[in-house]
């Protein structure tokens, strides 16, 4: 059986200084090392009602200000 890595996302703001949290890129290697260097990673929308896919072309680098503003 093939499995994948699916992450469940949402809207939790719409602007970044009204995420409470998140990961660093630390945070989200050392999760990962986990997994099989093989399987997929998938992110679903809606409950799964639709899907999409992780390409590091679409990875891009935003100012979000001082750290004070967090």
């Known amino acids: 059986m093939k ?10 703001g719409y602007r970044i200084d009204q995420i409470r949290s ?10 990962l090392e986990q ?3 093989e399987m ?16 590091e072309h679409r990875f891009g680098e935003t100012d979000i200000g001082e750290e004070e503003d967090f």
């Open 22 to 31: 998140t990961m660093t890129v630390g945070d989200l290697i050392c999760f």
């Open 40 to 55: 997929p990673v998938y992110m679903d929308f809606d409950n799964g009602y639709t899907y999409g896919s992780f390409d």
């Open 3 to 12: 499995t994948a890595l699916v992450y469940s996302t949402f809207r939790e």
């Open 35 to 37: 997994f099989d260097d």
